[in-house]
């Protein structure tokens, strides 16, 4: 119903100072419609406390306080990440623990082992840019437009399968993640150019796709592997990917594992998420003495699930 995507197009990425005015601007009158466009009776309230940006995060924050307080109904803090998680439970009720869920969006690129018991073991983590942010980057090297990632895919698609070995150094003897000499070795190939063609600009798009998500599938295998799980789970904004939605489906039919990748409009960021997470936790109402946290570590959480 509203998008800030146009605003922040032109800076190439989000500004932080814009998107929490707009958050101000658009919240209350945006929240009113949605709820008599629906003719639903709200219950409940949930809402992100963080990780994130923190203007944004307060305006949402305060906003759900104040609607909760004012209504006499809980109010459910949401981590970030846990969202996403809880994004597979609406489409798949009857997923449950334990399993592997590779998070890889514009800010985090992470995997987690969730045990039986619902704790979350983290197995590894990136160590500069988040896969998203990678994206989100190269794209703007190859001047490609924003949102990044998607402008990246389907550049890459415009490739006809075309690739050039980008020689960027990739972590391979760490679990981890690593995406800074990926995005090194791009800006050294385009310096090469005196004028980046439309044609090697796909090319270099479809390279840097491939390589960010071989590197996504070796690290999830490996994690697989060690931890024996015969359930994956992928979710963020990066899971919409169509490249690395088929390859981690080609990777759970040889595992044969189950394997569950939500829908595109649940990768990317979205309420039904956050009220899915307050529903799968069955949450007491924690009251409002909390408040938004930019850095929220999800392992603080006693449970995810």
Known sequence: MFSQVDEHSKFGGVVPEIASRRHLEVLPQLVKEV???????????????????????????????????????????????EGHIAAIFLERPDWNAPFLTLVVSGGHTELLNIEEDGKIIRLA???D?????????????????????????????????????????????????????????????????????????????????????????????????????????????????????????????NKKIDIHIPDKKYCTDNAAMIGSAAVMRHREDEGYSWNAEASWNILELNRIV
Not at 43 to 49: D, I, Y
Not at 70 to 76: A, E, H, V
Not at 190 to 219: G, Q, R, T, Y
Request: net charge positive.
């Open 129 to 253: 840019d988040a896969a998203g942010e990678a994206f989100d980057k190269a794209a703007r090297m190859l001047k490609l437009g924003y949102p990044g990632g998607p402008a990246l895919a389907r550049a890459a698609e415009d490739a006809g399968g075309k690739t050039e070995i980008l020689s960027g150094q990739i972590m391979r003897h760490s679990d981890d993640f690593s995406f800074s000499g990926l995005k090194t070795a791009l800006r050294n190939r385009i310096a090469k150019e005196p004028e980046l063609s439309k044609e090697l600009s796909s090319i270099l798009a479809a390279s840097f796709e491939e390589a960010v998500v071989d590197n996504l599938i070796e690290k999830t295998l490996s994690a697989l592997n060690k931890t024996g799980s015969k359930k994956l789970a992928v979710v963020g904004g990066v899971a919409a990917n169509r490249k690395l939605r088929e390859k981690m489906k080609e990777l759970a039919n």
């Open 35 to 81: 709820i008599e466009e629906s003719g639903a009776e709200i219950k409940s309230v949930a809402v992100t406390k963080g990780p994130g940006l923190i203007g944004s995060l307060l305006v949402g924050v305060s906003f759900a306080k104040g609607f909760a307080y004012s209504k006499k109904i809980p109010l459910y803090p949401i981590h970030h990440i």
């Open 125 to 127: 983590r990136t160590l």
